[in-house]
């Protein structure tokens, strides 16, 4: 007889798109970090708003993999769509398709400046969407492999 205390396990096939969602949450927290930390470049508030979505995938994620409780997927939806949310906000804000004056930034750093840009030419909101598109597709993917 199974208690609602017991864990729910991670199927084996549900363990791989956590595993990898989990991955890219780590490389886009660490390249958020690098390059505010490292470049310098300062984040403007739709990336602040971004990291306080991403940043604590990588530690819902991370315990659900090592509890292998496929569940996490769950919990770390909510913080992918609203970090997928402003992405593309931001992303339109960037090119020009939604005002500047729309935007968040009325100190500090633009949120449509070309300072957002990687090497000047990939608009960091660009990555950022990527980098949550490619989150909940692998958490969808989980959670279809995770039923029971």
């Not at 017991?6 to 490389?27: D, K, M, N, Q, Y």
């Not at 958020?32 to 994620?61: D, H, N, S």
């Not at 633009?110 to 990527?130: N, R, T, Y």
């Amino acid at each position: 007889m199974t208690t609602t205390h017991e864990l729910v396990r991670t199927e084996p096939s549900a363990w791989t798109p956590l595993f990898l969602a989990w991955l890219i949450a780590l490389l886009a927290t660490a390249g958020a970090l690098f390059l505010g930390e490292v470049m310098g470049k300062t984040p403007c508030v739709l990336c602040w708003y971004q990291r306080i979505a991403m940043f604590p995938l990588v530690a819902i994620l991370g315990v659900g993999l090592l509890t292998s409780d496929h569940r996490s997927a769950r919990y770390a939806a909510p913080l992918a769509w609203a970090g997928w949310t402003i992405a593309l906000y931001h992303c339109l804000i960037f090119w020009g398709v939604v005002s500047e004056a729309l935007a968040p930034c009325s100190q500090g750093v633009s949120c449509a400046d070309a300072d957002v840009q990687v090497a000047g030419i990939v608009p960091i909101p660009l990555l950022s969407l990527v980098a949550f598109s490619a989150v909940l597709a692998l958490l969808w993917v989980a959670k279809r492999k995770g039923k029971t």
